[in-house]
């Protein structure tokens, strides 16, 4: 057999960390699922050779701190408002890719004012919103999108319709919006999922760039630390339970 | 006939040991190491580095990117 | 030419930002002073100069439309009134904790709650103080005509970029509404975005470049330490600016004896007051801060050899009176007259409330 030391060589190389991740090591916990979507959003800006002209809006949440991680110009905005601040960046340069990076709780619950009217006013940019149904940096509470049933910091004998409403599928909503021209949701647990992923990415990147207004990809994530389960088991109850509910595939792709 | 073979590079003290890559391996290569890094995690390495195709499905999923796959069509017999 | 007008305040405040050269204005309805956003969608500057003037789902989103402008290195603005600033506090947090430019007005209303849609002066502790969280500042400034709604447009933006501040311009009903000649300013190209760069390219994130470092807009230190520097920071820009910026303006104060101090739409009322006085033989003089913060606090101090008593006029409950009070340090009478509620004070009575509270009252 061949030896290790004669594979590992430069020439050999098929696959390796994208040049717009910087090196400080992810403040995301075993197996988060936000290290997968900032690995993605990366490979997509350094393929289509944007890093220039890309304008990343990192509002509150556990990605407040994607500005450590991902090699691009970035603003950190308040929670639940990176749509209203990419409205303005979008607006203002219009010769860039401007795309926000929301949480659950970000975008369906504080910020829900925001992102209906910055989709329905089809601004041009992308939207990138990461669903795992819990608040992870503030220690696992509630979201709008926690499944009925499902227990978390305030809702520990499980989600109750009665008590808190139902689990919140703002991505159909999103979809009926006419300034929206691309609404999927996808997930990042396997690598065909992960390929699919970064296509749906990238497709709405050059949506952006073919100034088709507002391309929305919601990605059904993982919060091992807020779910209290292992990466691998996490990965396991996201298919088990948040699929059937959350299901993957395009809502709309114009 | 050309058998690919492949290698992986773990970043030691970047991986947390989350145990992604070891479960999608279709070959079963890699494991979580007995001993810890520096932040304390039992990081991932290649246990059966002669099954390794280089399909990158590990450094795929991996959420902290400190995967590298190397590839090489390696000639049977040769 | 000179270019005289008659115009409304709140229309001004338009004229002069897409004069000045601003980039985006982004605000939402409220009295009384939606003629401002109106006036723009009449103007259409964007087919002029490309300014952006867009009509946000809230005051909360036009503020933090106005951090994502402002964040690009651009001149934006956005306007309110009190409720709706109220609205706006996080945003303004925000602004000033990520150390961005911009200009804010709000022509204030009498609160508190939903209050009237008529003047008011009771928003200067939460535009001098603070309003929103954390150790901050505003440059505000208070103009007290339709020229000055024009001029302070322009000197916000300038002084917003000097510093990298917010600056609110702390307007009121009565000048936001009224008519008055205005001489508009000559017209000011916007920013080319090379400009910008050269200007703001070390901070703003403009797209990140091979020869540089990104650029992060943010208000987030985890590390403590890092977080106390940062705030020594701004106080010593707050320092800086408390020294070098501090804008008023003085009326019949040569041989005064007692002293107005107010400003806006109440240093009017005490202009006439002072007629109305000195036929009385009442020797008072004004003192008007034009600058809010930073406050005239030596100017004043500089009056107390020759007056035995100030009034301050406010529509508010007494509000500025605190920082005339600090500035005084008990040395003279400080007495405060204000009507509430979106009621206007008549010049008589302030002449009354000064015989009264300060010359009888001595």
Redesign the interface.
Known sequence: ??D?N????EE???????KI?TDN??S?????????VH?LVAEVIEEMNIQEKTIGVCPVGCSVLAYKFLNIDIQQASHGRAPAVATAVARLKPDKYVFTYQGDGDLASIGTGEIIHACNRGENIVVIFINNGIYGMTGGQMAPTSLIGMPTSTSPYGRDAKLAGNPLKITELIAQLPGTTFVTRQA????AA??KCKKAILKAFENVGNKKGTSFIEVVSTC?SGWKL???KS?EWMVEHMLPFYQLGDLKDE | MAKV???I?VDV??C?????C???CPSKVIALAKEVNGKG?NYAY?AN??ECT????C??????????????K?QVGA | MADYRLMKGNEVIAEAAIRYGCDGYFGYPITPQSEIMETLMVRKPWEETGMVVLQAESEIAAINMVYGGAACGKKVMTSSSSPGISLKQEGISYIAGAELPCVIVNVVRGGPGLGTIQPGQSDYFQAVKGGGHGDYRLIVIAPASVQEMNDFVGLGFDLAFKYRNPVMILSDGVIGQMMEKVQLGEFKPRWTDEEIIKMNGSWATTGKTSDRERNIITSLELDSSRQEKFNHKLIEKYKTISEKEVRFEKIACDDAEYLFIAYGSSSRICQKAIEIAREKGIKVGLLRPITLFPFPTKQIQAMLKQVKGILTVEMSAGQMIEDVRLAVEGKVPVEHFGRLGGMIPSPNEAVQALEDQIIKGK
Request: net charge positive.
């Open positions: 057999m061949a290790i004669e594979i590992i060589k050999n190389l098929v696959y390796s960390k994208s991740l090591i992810m995301y916990c075993p197996g988060c699922t936000h290290g997968v690995k990042a647990h396997t690598p992960v390929r091992s292992s990466p691998v990965n | 073979k492949g290698a590079k003290e970047k947390k040991g989350c145990s992604l070891v479960v999608v995690y290649m580095p002669e280089g399909c990158t499905n450094a795929m999923v991996c959420p902290d990117s400190v995967i590298d796959v190397y590839r090489v390696a």
